[in-house]
């Protein structure tokens, strides 16, 4: 039924495919760096820049505490009466947000309600975890910004995504699994909840009432990502500044944070859920309105915008990684990725 709009609607398109023109991007610019990991250098204080594997811990770690919700690192080796006296202490009550410690595009995110499904969570993921408050800030969006080296280095917002989570609104008579199958962002999800959720699936919600269909604001779950780019003002520029000069060594990141308004947002009051490196992609792209051509413009923009943040950091003597640390690095995440793949299957 939705088989036309996966076809032409870039947004749909598989990671890998959509990406295709990027991979150009990069070798363009690793040829006139002579480095084919050039950027690892933007952000000397997370690994390969934030390319791959990077410690979701280790990130926050860096950021002011003021803007990081309570959050607490779970081992392999803790027991679990340890993560609960922990959560206790760290004041976090349920739902919470867990998530591997490393991980990627969503990837094992979840809320969980309870200790119970916490303690069957934890047992069945043997991976470090990230469990973290779960914030009830309406407004959820991803911000991307760099700042040159130097006390006087040029500083800039360049992206603003808001995020609109997956619902459907029920007539009284349709299941939500017949709403679903009605709008394609929907649609695509069945599979997952007939896994994950199939309860859900046969409930019948009243007429004109919205029901929230998935917490978690990730683009492969079936967020809507929406162009904020209009937010970016001169009010908002001096809000995000001192607080991204804060952050030592990272010159080119995304927050993915909540926040109360877009007024707020511009304030700079917001909490950061994560702080994603030099692949953290301007996710304003993915505006359903904001067209394939537009989008490719933008990320090369990025990318240049990545070398000329290397240049820059080489002038102050910071070097990239070297190729052999940057392959000992990949293949110790590419391991860890095939333990998770050993457990999923």
């Given at each position: 039924?939705h088989?036309?709009?996966r076809?032409?609607?870039?947004?749909?398109?598989?990671?890998?495919?959509?990406n295709?023109?990027?991979?150009?991007?990069?070798?363009w610019?690793?040829?006139?760096?002579?480095?084919?990991?050039?950027f690892?250098?933007?952000?000397?204080?997370?690994?390969?820049?934030g390319?791959?594997?990077?410690?979701?811990?280790?990130?926050l770690k860096?950021?002011?505490?003021?803007?990081?919700?309570?959050?607490?690192?779970?081992?392999?080796?803790?027991?679990?009466?340890?993560?609960?006296?922990?959560?206790?202490?760290?004041?976090?009550?349920?739902?919470?947000?867990a998530?591997?410690?490393?991980?990627?595009?969503?990837?094992?995110?979840?809320k969980?309600?309870?200790?119970?499904?916490?303690?069957?969570?934890?047992?069945?993921?043997?991976?470090?975890?990230?469990?973290q408050?779960?914030?009830?800030?309406?407004?959820?969006a991803?911000?991307?910004?760099?700042?040159f080296?130097?006390?006087?280095?040029?500083?800039?917002?360049?992206?603003?995504?808001?995020?609109?989570?997956l619902?459907?609104?029920?007539?009284?008579?349709?299941?939500?699994?017949?709403l679903?199958?009605?709008?394609?962002?929907?649609?695509?999800q069945?599979?997952?909840?007939?896994?994950?959720?199939?309860?859900?699936?046969?409930?019948i919600?009243?007429?004109?009432?919205?029901?929230?269909?998935?917490?978690?604001?990730n683009?492969?779950?079936?967020?809507?990502?929406?162009?904020?780019?209009?937010l970016?003002?001169?009010?908002?520029?001096?809000?995000?500044?001192?607080?991204?000069?804060?952050?030592?060594?990272?010159?080119?990141?995304?927050?993915?944070?909540?926040?109360?308004?877009?007024?707020?947002?511009?304030?700079?009051?917001f909490?950061?859920?994560?702080?994603?490196?030099?692949?953290?992609?301007?996710?304003?792209?993915?505006?359903?309105?904001y067209?394939?051509?537009r989008?490719?413009?933008?990320?090369?923009w990025?990318?240049?915008?990545?070398f000329?943040l290397?240049?820059?950091?080489?002038?102050?003597?910071?070097?990239?990684?070297?190729?052999?640390?940057?392959?000992?690095?990949?293949?110790?995440y590419?391991?860890?990725?095939?333990?998770?793949?050993?457990?999923?299957?």
């Amino acid at each position: 039924m939705h088989f036309f709009t996966r076809l032409t609607q870039w947004e749909y398109h598989p990671w890998w495919l959509a990406n295709i023109p990027v991979y150009g991007f990069w070798l363009w610019f690793a040829t006139r760096a002579r480095h084919l990991i050039f950027f690892s250098n933007v952000n000397p204080a997370i690994p390969l820049g934030g390319a791959m594997g990077e410690s979701k811990w280790d990130i926050l770690k860096l950021l002011p505490q003021e803007i990081v919700p309570k959050t607490i690192l779970v081992e392999v080796s803790d027991d679990f009466e340890e993560v609960l006296t922990a959560l206790e202490s760290a004041e976090i009550g349920f739902p919470l947000i867990a998530k591997p410690d490393v991980g990627e595009r969503g990837f094992l995110v979840k809320k969980i309600d309870n200790q119970e499904v916490l303690r069957k969570y934890l047992a069945r993921w043997r991976v470090k975890f990230v469990l973290q408050e779960f914030l009830l800030m309406p407004v959820e969006a991803s911000v991307l910004y760099h700042v040159f080296p130097g006390e006087d280095g040029a500083f800039g917002i360049s992206s603003v995504c808001l995020k609109e989570f997956l619902y459907v609104r029920g007539d009284g008579l349709s299941t939500i699994r017949q709403l679903m199958v009605q709008n394609a962002r929907s649609a695509f999800q069945v599979p997952r909840f007939e896994r994950e959720f199939p309860e859900i699936l046969v409930k019948i919600p009243p007429e004109g009432v919205p029901v929230l269909l998935e917490p978690i604001g990730n683009h492969s779950r079936g967020t809507k990502f929406l162009n904020g780019n209009h937010l970016i003002t001169p009010e908002m520029l001096a809000a995000f500044e001192p607080i991204c000069r804060q952050i030592p060594g990272v010159q080119y990141a995304r927050f993915d944070l909540k926040c109360d308004s877009s007024e707020a947002l511009q304030r700079g009051a917001f909490k950061v859920m994560e702080l994603n490196g030099i692949l953290g992609e301007p996710a304003h792209i993915y505006d359903p309105n904001y067209g394939m051509f537009r989008a490719y413009r933008d990320l090369w923009w990025h990318w240049r915008l990545l070398f000329r943040l290397h240049r820059a950091q080489r002038e102050q003597g910071i070097l990239p990684s070297s190729l052999g640390e940057g392959l000992r690095f990949a293949r110790g995440y590419f391991r860890y990725k095939k333990i998770l793949e050993r457990q999923t299957s």
